[in-house]
């Protein structure tokens, strides 16, 4: 979905320097793309978090929100 939305994936450099990026930051999809709905930027740092525990458990909780921020039709 980053990918999708930016046309960049969300870390850059050789596989040690991704590696180390991933365990330190989230990047944001705005930064790149400020036309994203904050809603759909947070639910994406949310997918990619760092911690496991942070992110969702299970894919029903990614279509509840979807459905709730009404970006998927009913």
Same mark, same amino acid.
Not at 26 to 45: F, H, Q, W, Y
Not at 47 to 69: G, T
């Given at each position: 979905?980053?990918?999708? /939305?930016?046309?960049?994936?969300?870390?850059?450099?050789?596989?040690? #320097?991704?590696?180390?990026?991933?365990?330190?930051?989230?990047?944001?999809?705005? *930064?790149?793309?400020? #036309?994203?709905?904050?809603? /759909?930027?947070?639910?994406?740092?949310?997918?990619?978090?760092?911690?496991? #525990? *942070?992110?969702?458990?299970?894919?029903? #909780?990614?279509?509840?929100?979807?459905?709730? /921020?009404? /970006?998927?039709?009913?």
């Amino acid at each position: 979905i980053y990918f999708m /939305l930016t046309g960049e994936h969300p870390y850059q450099g050789n596989s040690y #320097e991704i590696f180390d990026k991933q365990r330190k930051f989230v990047p944001s999809v705005r *930064d790149i793309n400020p #036309e994203v709905p904050k809603a /759909l930027d947070r639910m994406i740092r949310k997918m990619m978090a760092i911690k496991r #525990e *942070d992110r969702y458990q299970v894919p029903q #909780e990614i279509i509840i929100e979807f459905y709730a /921020l009404n /970006l998927l039709p009913r």
